[in-house]
């Protein structure tokens, strides 16, 4: 390593200078002189608080809270509308949550973040699918990963709106199937490893009656409530359901 003897010249005998250290959460302030020796000592005791950024950001925010300037400043902006501004706007979080317990139904409807389905195999189909997700199952050529859309992202869903499709086993013999349920940013993906999806959980549904062989069906169902979606595997011929749910709002 090479000194810096430009930096070490403004280090003087005598020289008196004050370090200023303003991070996100404290500011802190030294005066140091330097010595004879070259070293340095503290000309007065370090002084500093609570005065990093983000404490000036909480200080803002809360200028803002509840501002007569900000509220006017909002209607002169959008004088064509109506302004409401709740009596303690401090705690209407708190009283929807109320309300919205007493009545979960209040809320009618949602508009869906996210694309949601199921991944599955389906019949390949050269020219349409890459061959990197080709597999042959029982001599029949699949396409892996494909992600079944039950729900597109941006449509509005109704409390307690189902959807439902059917699929069937891979095996003659297989007593289960198991559901991977995945969710997308984009609108419509192909493929459950694209980029933006991801497997929120998954099911197993029981299939003991193995008499149908690969013609039996098995049946996933999407129920959107109000806060929680519930996905539901179904064997037609058993009968025998296995559910799992998922909270709507989270991110």
């Given at each position: 390593m090479e000194r810096d003897n430009e930096a070490l010249d403004t280090m003087k005998p005598g020289r008196r200078f004050l370090v200023l250290d303003a991070g996100g959460g404290t500011i802190d302030i030294a005066m140091q002189e330097v010595r004879?020796?070259?070293?340095?000592q503290?000309?007065?005791?370090?002084?500093?608080?609570?005065?990093?950024?983000i404490f000036v950001d909480e200080e803002y925010k809360q200028?803002?809270?509840?501002?007569?300037?900000?509220?006017?400043?909002?209607?002169?902006?959008?004088?064509?509308?109506?302004?409401?501004?709740?009596?303690?706007?401090?705690l209407a979080v708190l009283k929807g949550a109320v309300l919205y317990g007493?009545?979960?139904?209040?809320?009618?409807?949602?508009?869906?973040?996210?694309?949601?389905?199921?991944?599955?195999?389906?019949?390949?189909?050269?020219?349409?699918?890459?061959?990197?997700?080709?597999?042959?199952?029982?001599?029949?050529e699949y396409c892996t990963d494909k992600f079944d859309i039950h729900v597109n992202k941006g449509t509005l869903v109704h409390s307690n709106e189902e959807t439902l499709e059917s699929y069937s086993p891979l095996y003659e013999d297989q007593t289960s199937a198991k559901f991977g349920v995945f969710v997308s940013d984009t609108e419509y993906p192909q493929y459950t490893v694209d980029e933006g999806c991801r497997?929120?959980?998954?099911?197993?549904?029981?299939?003991?009656?193995?008499?149908g062989g690969t013609r039996r069906k098995v049946k996933a169902k999407f129920k959107f409530g109000a806060t929680k979606i519930t996905v539901e595997g179904i064997d037609e011929s058993s009968g025998k359901s296995v559910d799992v749910k998922f909270d709507f709002l989270e991110d």
């Open positions: 004879e020796d070259r070293k340095l503290d000309i007065n005791r370090a002084q500093g608080g609570d005065w990093g950024a200028m803002l809270e509840e501002s007569n300037f900000l509220q006017e400043r909002i209607k002169n902006s959008f004088p064509k509308y109506t302004v409401v501004i709740p009596q303690g706007c401090g007493h009545d979960p139904d209040i809320i009618a409807a949602r508009v869906v973040k996210y694309t949601y389905g199921v991944g599955t195999n389906t019949r390949f189909i050269k020219d349409k699918h890459p061959e990197s997700k080709k597999k042959l199952i029982n001599g029949i497997e929120i959980g998954s099911l197993t549904v029981p299939m003991p009656n193995t008499a």
